[in-house]
């Protein structure tokens, strides 16, 4: 075990792939000596050469266009997105292309492509730089999405991801790449909750709170608070968005009979309406109450002297969980 | 502003030294439309007779499968049809100046580099006619599958070309990427993207732009206020203009662009001059946008009547080998309109398989419930005649 900030697991995850597979290359705007405006990627480039951690011109779609490419031509290619909000140039090539090639080709072209963006606000950014687009990719057949709450997870999950043979979006939380936790560097990918399932961070009896990313901690913290008020929450840490592991969320709140979603995107069309529905249409007859959402509000991102409204927090989150008590 | 083949202008900053690289507006051309061989000194072409006779053989038959589909589509048969009719000689003369292990990345329109690849046509007409989105392995034939999204396919070949110099495949005996592509997408930012990559790079990738004037019902006036091929100069890499009507320029061009990218002196713009001689698809009305007399004078410059015409007057080949060509379009013609008859439609659930690679649950269970639906009908059925379901 070592203690690593979310960042530096990322970046040992990162290692490791590389070192097991001389096909994965990282490619991104300032991936290279850099290292990334978030460190991710710190020390790549001069450990595996320039060919393999590629400094990009600044055009997102030609990020993920020449990735495209190079994993038609066999590589596994990793995409840095620099933020959130500058993913959408690039949507044509993740959503028309990556995602539908191997359909198109019959299942003849797998694309191991993995794109990771880091996501959320919390940080004090300027606009674009706090977004959670998750929902439109996690809308898009053909892709996998998939977001990470603690370094453990980021070290494990970034490592499967590169292994899937197909395209993955990993969501980075980038208020937590430095929050440190301790990690297991040694132990193998054999062992890891596999990259399609949910993970119980707190178990509980009263009410399920279903979480993904930055709101990991933010729930977790929530169950401890709600314990001191005689309430037992059942944390889920989500890990996957696409697919959703419905089992694990379904065998939780039929157990609960109350659920509530939290993410920090819009709650409007967002991934707790997906949940919301799913729960509804399996667990009817087991919920106490309606499924309830706290998320980020149908606005854009807020400029960020009054972001800490727009996020959920731990107040907003019990807030939810004591409105499920109210039916 | 005047670039020539005898290079820029005073007035014109040169600092790559491109200049006399940047090619000429007049399109180079091999064979004029009346047929006569005329030879260009950048681009000597030494070729057989029966090597024009096979290029002939090309053209005549692609042709067939264009007119073949359009028929096919007037009869209900293929949804839509993206007719290639004025472009054989610039898809036939690029499409066999590539070796087997370079990669071609086609729009949906690369019917005649299609053939040179060796695709079997019933792959592009199960594409048109709604049974797959393609459907084919792009390494069986080292032909990328259709992309209909406008310019998206230049990002692709650009990255696979930058594979080729990871797995140093590049120099003698070296590989090559060509993207193809049309006067419209030269708009999109994803071409110049690719354009920007493959220079900083130094790719081996040729950009192959068929410019057939016209952009649906666009003009390439919409699209650039300079000659296409000049945009390669201000990328960093040479841009030529080639007469996309004649097969053997198209061919010697892009020869010589794919053997530099292959020994690692990177992207070359080729801009095939040409004209689409019929509508966009089968949906669209050109008569609405453009003139007859445009339509007549590019008549005068078929890309086939013109190496039917050498071959005569050079004497190359004689009456039989004429007939013998179009006996062979005939046949062929005759296949694509059977297969295309026969062409079964998938199972309803296809559409479930080939989403991802790995197992997933989402997918398994809509495919169960699915299945369970059609079955239900089936049930009902079997029930009030008494019989077996199917």
């Given at each position: 075990m070592t203690t690593l900030t979310l960042s530096r697991a990322l970046n040992e995850g990162l290692r490791k792939a590389m070192e097991s597979d001389p096909k994965v290359l990282i490619m991104g705007e300032d991936v290279g000596k850099l290292g990334g405006v978030f460190r991710v990627t710190d020390g790549l480039q001069k450990d595996f050469g320039e060919a393999r951690v590629v400094d990009t011109p600044l055009a997102e779609s030609g990020i993920v266009g020449t990735a495209i490419g190079l994993a038609l031509r066999g590589y596994r290619p990793v995409c840095e997105?620099?933020?959130?909000?500058?993913?959408y140039p690039a949507f044509d090539q993740i959503v028309s292309q990556l995602a539908k090639m191997r359909l198109r080709s019959l299942g003849t072209v797998s694309l191991p492509v993995v794109i990771r963006i880091p996501c959320g606000g919390g940080?004090?950014?300027?606009?674009?730089?706090?977004?959670?687009?998750?929902a439109l990719f996690a809308h898009t057949p053909g892709l996998r999405v998939v977001a990470c709450g603690d370094p453990a997870d980021a070290y494990v999950m970034i490592q499967q991801s590169i292994r899937s043979d197909d395209p993955v979006i990993f969501f980075e939380p980038k208020r937590r790449y430095w929050d440190k936790a301790e990690v297991d560097?040694?132990?193998?990918?054999?062992?890891?909750?596999?990259?399609?399932r949910a993970r119980t961070l707190t178990s509980g009896t009263d009410v399920t709170v279903l979480a993904y990313g930055p709101m990991v901690r933010t729930c977790a913290q929530a169950a401890v608070a709600a314990a001191e008020e005689g309430r037992s929450l059942e944390v889920?840490?989500?890990?996957?968005?696409?697919?959703?592991?419905t089992g694990a969320i379904f065998a939780s709140v039929r157990r609960t009979g109350r659920c509530v979603v939290v993410h920090?995107?819009?709650?409007?069309?967002?991934?707790g309406a997906e949940i919301a529905a799913r729960v509804t249409e399996e667990c009817f007859y087991h919920l106490q109450a309606p499924v309830l959402r706290v998320c980020g509000y149908?606005?854009?991102?807020?400029?960020?002297?009054?972001e800490e409204h727009y996020l959920p927090d731990l107040d907003r989150v019990l807030d939810g969980v004591d409105r499920t008590f109210a039916y | 502003m005047a670039v020539n083949a005898q290079g820029a202008s005073a007035a014109v900053p040169d600092p790559l030294g491109l200049a006399g690289r940047?090619?000429?507006?007049?399109p180079i051309q091999l064979?004029?439309?009346?047929g006569e061989r005329v030879e260009h000194p950048d681009y000597p072409l030494d070729i057989s007779a029966e090597e024009i006779r096979a290029l002939y053989r090309d053209l005549v038959l692609v042709r067939r499968i264009d007119f073949e589909a359009i028929a096919l589509q007037r009869q209900g048969?293929?949804?839509?049809w993206a007719s290639l009719l004025g472009q054989e000689a610039a898809q036939v003369g690029s499409g066999r100046a590539l070796g087997p292990r370079d990669m071609a990345f086609p729009t949906y329109r690369e019917h005649g580099v299609a053939w040179c690849r060796g695709l079997d046509p019933m792959k592009l007409f199960e594409l048109f006619r709604g049974v797959?989105?393609?459907?084919?392995?792009?390494?069986a034939h080292n032909f990328h599958l259709y992309t209909?999204?406008?310019?998206?396919q230049t990002l692709h070949a650009t990255g696979y070309a930058m594979g080729i110099q990871r797995d140093g495949?590049?120099?003698?005996d070296g590989e090559a990427a060509i993207a193809y592509f049309g006067d419209?997408?030269?708009?999109q930012g994803d071409v110049n993207e690719a354009f920007i990559w493959a220079s900083v790079t130094n790719a081996p990738v040729v950009f192959f732009c068929q410019?057939?004037?016209?952009a649906i019902s666009e003009p390439l006036e919409r699209q650039s206020r300079?000659?296409?091929?000049?945009?390669a100069y201000g990328f960093g890499f040479p841009g030529l203009r080639v007469d996309g009507n004649d097969v053997l320029a198209c061919l010697a061009v892009t020869r010589k662009a794919m053997q530099a990218a292959r020994e690692g002196q990177g992207p070359t713009l080729i801009e095939?001059?040409?004209?689409?001689?019929?509508?966009?698809?089968?949906?669209?009305?050109?008569t609405r946008y453009r003139l007859a007399a445009e339509l007549e004078a590019w008549k005068l410059k078929d890309p086939i009547e013109r190496v039917k015409a050498h071959l005569i007057r050079s004497e190359l080949a004689e009456k039989d080998f004429f007939e013998a060509v179009d006996a062979e379009a005939d046949q062929l013609g005759a296949r694509v309109r059977r297969s295309c008859l026969e062409m079964p439609d998938p199972?309803?659930?296809?559409?479930?398989?080939?989403?991802?690679?790995e197992p997933n649950a989402l997918i398994d269970a809509e495919r169960e419930q699915f299945a369970a639906y059609l079955d239900s009908f089936v049930t009902e059925e079997a029930g009030m005649t008494g019989e077996a379901g199917r």
């Open positions: 997105i620099q933020f959130d909000g500058f993913v940080i004090g950014a300027v606009e674009h730089h706090s977004e959670s687009p998750e560097t040694a132990g193998g990918l054999a062992s890891a909750v596999p990259l399609d889920i840490d989500l890990r996957s968005l696409a697919p959703l592991d920090e995107a819009a709650i409007t069309g967002g991934l149908s606005t854009p991102y807020p400029p960020s002297r009054i | 940047a090619g000429s507006a007049e064979l004029t439309p009346e048969e293929l949804g839509i797959s989105h393609g459907g084919w392995d792009p390494r209909i999204v406008i310019g998206s495949a590049v120099g003698e419209g997408a030269t708009s410019n057939n004037q016209w300079v000659p296409l091929y000049q945009r095939a001059f040409t004209y689409r001689m019929g509508a966009h698809t089968t949906t669209d009305d050109p199972e309803p659930t296809a559409m479930f398989e080939n989403v991802y690679a």
